[in-house]
């Protein structure tokens, strides 16, 4: 099982990867995928799908960061959208301290 801190650095390492690490071709095919399903029912239906699996492991880590259910599941959405809209910012005006600063009000205790 996944304990308190296990689940805050797990989350944190998410953090990082997408915006310290960020693998922008990757981000572009998901953007682009993304685009694609606007107007394809199949990869609509696949699109929200891995979204459903992503939100739920990401809730549950809320979870143990001792976040109840509901409030879990609305943290789980702030951060996967930051994750994903972080890497659209100017990086001059969203800066690493800037980032990083939301990043920790995103995992604040409860």
Do not use: C, M
Request: charged share 25%.
């Amino acid at each position: 099982a996944v304990g308190r801190g296990a689940a805050r650095d797990i989350l944190a390492r998410l953090a990082e990867l997408y915006t310290r690490h960020a693998n922008v071709r990757g981000l572009a095919i998901e953007l682009a995928i993304r685009s694609f399903a606007r107007n394809d029912a199949r990869a609509a239906k696949s699109i929200a799908a891995v979204d459903r699996e992503r939100l739920l492991h990401v809730t549950r880590l809320f979870g143990k960061l001792g976040w109840k259910p509901k409030a879990a599941k609305a943290r789980a959405v702030l951060f996967y959208g930051f994750l994903f809209g972080q890497s659209l910012l100017d990086p001059a005006i969203a800066t690493g301290a800037l980032t990083d600063a939301a990043i920790d009000a995103l995992l604040a205790k409860p």
